[in-house]
């Protein structure tokens, strides 16, 4: 409406990085992990050592810390969802726009998590060159954006439509954790999963449909 509009989408003056926000954000991130740590169950089969092999330890961290980033990850792609499709929704689709202050908030909330998540995944031996560069390649076009000053409209879209399918895959993973790969609903999930990400490759907008 008229008045969300106006108070919530004025373009933003002088384009910079707000370094103090984007270490807000990766400490928020960092926070709910130590949250999450100390209230998620994680499967038994995960933690099963004697402690007394360091190396078998480690790999006991490793998949216990990979199994909470699941559900952190799931989380960012939830609100990521809420809060780009909130962008989309009221401001439309509006390729080389400037940035307004909704779609700012956005940048930050992503760019925090992607930082978070290549400190973490390094910190604990979780390390995935694919995921690096995709977290890389994300966090250069926000940082880009945030310089310009405008695009982020663009961002707002691949995030969008990039975060649809993830809680379906965080699902599954979770899932094969709990050793419920076998389960009816894995099968679902899975089935749904390839079914949206192939729907999803024919059907997003791009610059020429604007």
């Known amino acids: 409406n008229a008045e969300y509009m106006?108070?919530?989408?004025?373009?933003?003056?002088?384009?910079?990085?707000?370094?103090?926000?984007?270490?807000?954000?990766?400490?928020?991130?960092?926070?709910?992990?130590?949250?999450?740590?100390?209230?998620?169950?994680?499967?038994?089969?995960?933690?099963?050592?004697?402690?007394?092999?360091?190396?078998?330890?480690?790999?006991?961290?490793?998949?216990?810390?990979?199994?909470?980033?699941?559900?952190?990850s799931f989380f960012h792609a939830i609100v990521s969802l809420y809060l780009n499709g909130k962008v989309l929704y009221y401001g439309g689709i509006k390729f080389g726009s400037e940035i307004t202050k909704d779609e700012r908030f956005a940048l930050y909330f992503s760019a925090g998590y992607f930082i978070y998540d290549i400190i973490q995944s390094e910190f604990f031996g979780n390390r995935d060159l694919l995921y690096h560069t995709h977290h890389i390649g994300v966090l250069t076009s926000i940082a880009s954006v945030l310089l310009m000053g405008k695009g982020a409209n663009e961002i707002a879209v691949a995030m969008f439509i990039g975060e649809l399918t993830n809680p379906l895959i965080l699902t599954r993973n979770l899932m094969k954790d709990k050793q419920l790969d076998d389960s009816k609903e894995y099968k679902i999930i899975s089935y749904t999963f390839a079914a949206s990400f192939i729907c999803l490759l024919y059907t997003s907008p791009s610059p020429r449909d604007s």
């Open 6 to 72: 106006g108070t919530m989408t004025n373009p933003m003056a002088n384009p910079i990085i707000d370094w103090y926000q984007l270490a807000k954000g990766v400490i928020f991130w960092f926070l709910l992990l130590i949250i999450a740590e100390k209230k998620i169950a994680v499967p038994e089969a995960l933690t099963k050592t004697d402690g007394k092999d360091a190396k078998e330890v480690r790999l006991v961290r490793k998949k216990k810390f990979f199994y909470i980033s699941n559900y952190i």
